[in-house]
């Protein structure tokens, strides 16, 4: 009697990769420029927070 054979699912890939959205900027050159690229999303967040 042929038993079934199991393939278990590949392991996913751990690899440590940089992720810009939760790495800090390196200077506070890097980090104004985060904050005035970003104007218009707090601008529309404060809009959609004053209407209700």
Avoid: H, S, W
């Amino acid at each position: 009697m042929d038993l079934p054979t199991y393939e278990p699912p590949a392991e996913p890939d751990r690899t440590p990769r940089y992720r810009p959205a939760v790495e800090p900027p390196t200077t506070v050159a890097d980090c104004r420029a985060d904050y005035d690229a970003a104007k218009a999303i707090r601008d529309r967040i404060d809009k959609q927070q004053r209407n209700p």
